[in-house]
């Protein structure tokens, strides 16, 4: 639902910041407001919003390319889209260099902010969705999930929690059935590697030559 995203709307110009708030609350979105870079940096400190309206050009001492990077350091994630009266090729490098996910030129089209904002609302789902996928796939395979009191297994446990540290080529034996792809999960899982994918090969489906080559 659009009211479970929440947006932040930065612009030193009342007429602007409540018109375009104005616009996605009827959209359905949740919005607050700040007329200045520090006011955002402290709201942003306190909620983690989805997205940020952010004017480039406000009083203050803090524009927009350094509101965004503050607010950056705060929520890495964060879709910020910078807005600005003054477009320039430069600025527009800057924004995008400084990570912002749009750059936009007053006066805004509504309906095409409405657009992007669908957009970056979908890419945020797939980002929390992903990560939730990654996370449950590093709880499913810790070594907390293989419980075993014999002293081989325990002698396996902490050679896991050796070789996960290494950046060593690792060679699991077993016969079928034995759990080695579990053994090679929790290795990965305890590594300091375990945000990145782990992926499964069957050795059986691969010719003899294929697989001494990739070897």
Known sequence: MKSHWEILVVDDEEVMRESLAAWLKEDGYRVDTAPSGREAIEKARDKDYAIYFVDLKMPGGIDGIETMMQIRKLRRDASIIIITAYATVDTAIAAMKEGAQEYIVKPCNLEEISLLVTRLIKVRTLQRENEMLKKRLRKTYTLNDIISK???????????????????????QGESGTGKELIARAIHSSSDRADQPFIGVSCAALTETLLESEL
């Open 150 to 172: 014999n002293a081989k297994m325990q002698e396996i446990f902490r050679l896991i929690r050796d070789v996960a540290s290494l950046r060593s080529t690792v060679l699991i």
